[in-house]
């Protein structure tokens, strides 16, 4: 990871190094929250573009998937939480189950499913899973 922040001449402005879209656990809340999620990077290339350009994808991807499972396994309402680092994306899922997320055997004869965790495992560089009274946060951490 870079230790230095990457951005033009200064860094965006604390308006734009966060966002915060709330969901209330429908279908089309996934579609929602990936294009919240796009927007919110689209705005940060501006300033800091990614290293990669599978990195925009990655985040997207990672987001897309936990807005899935938080609406398949969590029913009820869903907050994404997008942060901008030094040197990454800081993504928070909170959702309303106290169910830790955990690995399931792909099965493509059933309609597949199971590849949704172990793909956030893979492409953030730190992932952690904090539950609460009212439910969790998944927190992932992406290269940018």
């Not at 990672?62 to 907050?79: D, H, I, T």
Request: aromatic share 6%.
């Amino acid at each position: 990871m870079a230790t230095e922040p990457r951005w033009k001449d200064s860094p965006p402005s604390e308006t734009d190094a966060h966002h915060v879209s709330r969901f209330t656990g429908a279908l089309a809340d996934v579609t929602g929250a990936r294009l919240a999620a796009e927007d919110f990077l689209r705005g940060l290339a501006r300033d800091a573009p990614p290293s990669s350009p599978d990195h925009l994808d990655d985040v997207l991807l990672v987001v897309a998937e936990l807005a899935a499972n938080a609406v398949q396994y969590a029913p009820g309402p869903f907050e994404l939480r997008m942060g901008r680092t030094s040197d990454g994306v800081h993504v928070v899922m909170c959702d309303s189950s106290t169910t830790r997320p955990t690995p399931r055997r792909f099965r493509p004869h059933n309609g597949g499913g199971g590849i949704g965790w172990y793909l956030i495992e893979v492409l953030g560089e730190q992932v952690s899973v904090v539950p609460h009274e009212h439910g969790k946060d998944i927190h992932v951490f992406l290269p940018w």
